[in-house]
């Protein structure tokens, strides 16, 4: 190998070492910030969807409407939670038993 190519390689070496560092910190930080937004806009669609069920879920006279939506409005994503697991997962089940109950059976053949 020549001499002048020698002392480029011996040149380039470090600055590329700190280029390749500066360049996966750079693909980390930039990883962090996509995860993120990508769980807050999952997070801001979570609350959207808890607001509109709120909203139009059927009047109930032990779940006051009102109070839920102030909730969910100002303490977005952990009212939203509560919401979901205080009010909408009791519904739910409630919904379910009640559709499974009054469903007629199955017939005994097909014809």
């Not at 002048?4 to 390749?20: C, D, K, V, W, Y």
């Not at 990508?38 to 009047?59: S, Y």
């Not at 939203?80 to 053949?109: E, G, K, M």
Request: hydrophobic content about 55%; overall charge positive; some cysteine.
């Amino acid at each position: 190998m020549p001499a002048h190519l020698q002392i480029l390689a011996q040149l380039a070496g470090p600055a590329e070492s700190i280029f390749g560092v500066g360049l996966g910190v750079a693909v980390g930080i930039f990883m962090l910030c996509m995860t993120v937004v990508g769980a807050g806009l999952a997070l801001l669609a979570f609350w959207i969807w808890m607001l509109i069920d709120c909203a139009q879920a059927p009047e109930n006279p032990s779940e006051n409407r009102v109070a839920w939506i102030l909730i969910l409005v100002f303490t977005h994503w952990l009212g939203a939670l509560l919401y979901f697991f205080i009010v909408r997962q009791p519904r739910q089940a409630r919904l379910r038993a009640a559709t499974a109950s009054t469903s007629p059976p199955f017939p005994s053949s097909v014809r």
